[in-house]
């Protein structure tokens, strides 16, 4: 294995992506019930882990990675406490609300990825367009943007996890990740 410097990045991806894959699966209907498994993941992998990441970046300067894994970490910990009802009884406007709030951030933050890489591209394109769904889904209550932004979940999830994973097999393989040039690099 190589001695590398400590990439924080791999395992905020991998927390995110996670925890987006199981809930996305429930969003598009593939998984049935209660997302009641998706609350220990949203509390510690989703969450904490991202949080922790947050922190890291910040102690190495990135104040893309520091934000971005800081803010996705606290939406898993918000997700946590209303999806379990431990923040007591929440409207779907609400969480639709929140959702759309969600969807700005993460679209001023995948304008700021437009000279990154690809992959980190496609997850934030992805990802914004997932919360606009969702919320729109939330505020109108309708299973048809729920499905969908489901569906751009799961695919945001397999990005996301491209994109961090790849950045620990292809050292460990002694090449260069594969990210791909995003459109202004």
């Not at 933050?109 to 990154?116: E, L």
């Not at 591209?121 to 943007?145: C, H």
């Amino acid at each position: 294995m190589s001695q590398n410097k400590p990439n924080p990045g791999p395992l905020g991806l991998s927390g995110f992506a996670l925890t987006t894959l199981i809930l996305s699966l429930y969003n598009a209907d593939i998984l049935h019930g209660s997302p009641s498994s998706v609350f220990g993941l949203a509390i510690f992998y989703g969450g904490l882990a991202q949080i922790i990441a947050g922190i890291l970046e910040l102690k190495e300067g990135n104040n893309f990675g520091y934000v971005a894994f800081f803010t996705y970490g606290a939406f898993w910990e918000w997700f946590f406490f209303t999806a379990s009802g431990l923040s007591g009884p929440t409207p779907a406007s609400g969480i639709g609300a929140v959702l759309i709030g969600f969807g700005i951030f993460t679209f001023v933050m995948w304008i700021a990825t437009f000279k990154s890489n690809l992959s980190l591209f496609l997850t934030f394109l992805l990802l914004w367009i997932t919360f606009f769904l969702l919320g729109a889904g939330a505020i109108d209550n309708s299973i048809t943007l729920t499905h969908a932004g489901g569906i751009i979940g799961i695919l945001t999830a397999i990005v996301a996890w491209y994109t961090g994973l790849v950045q620990i097999v292809a050292p460990s393989l002694g090449v260069k990740a594969p990210l791909g040039r995003a459109p202004l690099s």
